[in-house]
């Protein structure tokens, strides 16, 4: 089963007062349209690839076919920035299927990404020495200062209790970076991590943490 049927299948099977649901129907090899319980049509992009670029998103937007609202990938998909902003600049939004129901409740999906993204970007643009945010994948942020503060690359991990291969699996799929943000408040990050981080040049912080980092050279 194709990740398109499989997410027709999932969808089906929810129990409408979860789903909001009238209607899931497959319309193309790569598209979905579901039909909400308050009447609303939302067309879903489907993409099965593990990394998702801007070409898989023009694809979608310049294919002469109906726009998706949204473009879905699988759970471990990596999104690059430059795909992420590619849908952004289309008012679609983009994630799992987790992200679908949040298209039901608005027009404006550009702003649709997973709460955890969502979240950091939106409270590390309150700090005063943050001037701008360049996306680099999903899970990474080129955080860029004022005052002539070098910018700082982070990579968002969400783990109960960060591990060293946790550590080193970002650095395989997403390169270096200077900070690592542990993203779930619970648990606390490995002996085994902050060894790991600190032979790779970089630095483990959880949110409060990170808020001081960012005054520091």
């Given amino acids: 089963m194709n990740y398109r049927d499989w ?3 999932k969808l089906i099977k929810e129990p409408i007062e979860v789903s909001k649901l009238n209607k899931v129907t497959s319309v193309d090899s790569n598209l979905i349209e579901v039909i909400t319980t308050d009447g609303k049509l939302v067309i879903v992009g489907v993409i099965e690839n ?6 898989d998103v023009q694809l979608f937007l310049n294919s002469g076919k109906s726009k998706p609202n ?3 990938g699988k759970s471990n998909s990596i999104w690059t920035g430059d795909a992420i902003n590619s849908v952004r600049k289309n008012n679609v939004g983009w994630g799992g299927i987790g992200e679908i129901h949040s298209t039901y409740d608005t027009d404006n ?4 990404q997973k709460r955890e993204y969502n979240w950091v970007e939106t409270n590390i643009m309150k700090h005063n020495k943050v001037r701008s945010l360049d ?4 899970r990474v942020f080129k955080v860029n200062r004022i005052g002539g503060l070098p910018s700082l690359k982070v990579v968002l991990i969400n783990s109960y209790e960060l591990s060293a291969e946790e550590v080193r699996n970002s650095v395989e799929a997403y390169g ?3 900070i690592i943000l542990k993203t779930n408040p619970n648990g606390t990050p490995t002996a085994n991590a902050y060894l790991a981080a600190e032979e790779l040049g970089a630095e483990i912080c959880v949110w409060r943490e ?3 980092r960012l005054n520091k050279i």
């Fill in 50 to 55: 593990s990394l998702i670029s801007d070409m």
């Fill in 176 to 178: 270096a970076f200077d």
């Fill in 135 to 138: 996306r680099i994948f999903d």
């Fill in 7 to 9: 997410l027709v299948t």
């Fill in 109 to 112: 999906y550009s702003l649709i």
């Fill in 210 to 212: 990170l808020l001081v």
């Fill in 70 to 72: 949204i473009i879905i």
